[in-house]
T-cell receptor, first 112, second 114 residues
Framework: DAKTTQPPSMDCAEGRAANLPCNHS???????VYWYRQIHSQGPQYIIH???NNETNEMASLIITEDRKSSTLILPHATLRDTAVYYC?????????????FGSGTRLLVRP | DSGVTQTPKHLITATGQRVTLRCSPR?????VYWYQQSLDQGLQFLIQ???????AKGNILERFSAQQFPDLHSELNLSSLELGDSALYFC?????????????FGPGTRLTVL
């Protein structure tokens, strides 16, 4: 599975958009980009995933560059409850377990 | 609420003891995954079951074992506990266990070994 690189921390003001970047320059054609977040010590929460097209759901938007080497998770109107560690995970079928490999993530702080 | 349940929420025990953590997957999900999150290692995959059969192992110690029962709930057994086993243990489930499945996580069990 491809490795991902994320900034260790970011902050944004409440009500503004939070744009979280992720680099995955070694991604291969059949690998998906997944985003999860973990609020304090709760279980990781699924946010969104995509293969090559941009995706949007009720929580966020995922923008994947045309070469698929990077992506951005967008929380359109961040709230204090969005303060969490955000994990960008590239996931493919190189082994049979289809496990999620979590890196260090980005710690997002939403300021009042 | 992901629909995945885990019990107990907290567990405090002594070194050398054995404990069992329980996970009930979301309704309809056939695959269960176990992860460990310790302060120095981050979230690490331990093991995956699919419809009662072990599918893959990660960095799971020999002192740890798991199984998935016919009703699809899973148990993680940790024996000869050491201080370093203190961690959060998460269970996740997905419907088919394939790489296109989304895994949904439970709230975790916090294990403290004294």
């Amino acid at each position: 599975d491809a490795k991902t690189t994320q900034p260790p921390s970011m902050d944004c003001a409440e009500g503004r958009a939070a744009n979280l970047p992720c680099n995955h320059s070694t991604i291969s054609g059949n690998e998906y980009v997944y985003w999860y977040r973990q609020i304090h010590s709760q279980g990781p929460q699924y946010i969104i995933h995509g293969l090559k097209n941009n995706e949007t759901n009720e929580m966020a938007s995922l923008i994947i560059t045309e070469d698929r080497k990077s992506s951005t998770l967008i929380l359109p109107h961040a709230t204090l409850r969005d303060t969490a560690v955000y994990y960008c995970i590239v996931r493919g079928s190189m082994d049979s377990s289809y496990k999620l490999i979590f890196g260090s993530g980005t710690r997002l702080l939403v300021r009042p | 609420d992901s629909g995945v349940t885990q019990t107990p929420k907290h567990l405090i025990t002594a070194t050398g003891q054995r404990v069992t953590l329980r996970c009930s997957p979301r309704s309809g999900d056939l695959s269960v995954y176990w992860y460990q999150q310790s302060l120095d290692q981050g979230l690490q995959f331990l093991i995956q079951y699919y419809n009662g059969e072990e599918r893959a192992k990660g960095n799971i110690l020999e002192r740890f074992s798991a199984q998935q029962f016919p009703d699809l709930h899973s148990e993680l057994n940790l024996s000869s506990l050491e201080l370093g086993d203190s961690a959060l243990y998460f269970c996740a489930s997905s419907d088919r266990g394939s790489h296109t499945d989304t895994q949904y996580f439970g709230p975790g069990t916090r294990l403290t070994v004294l």
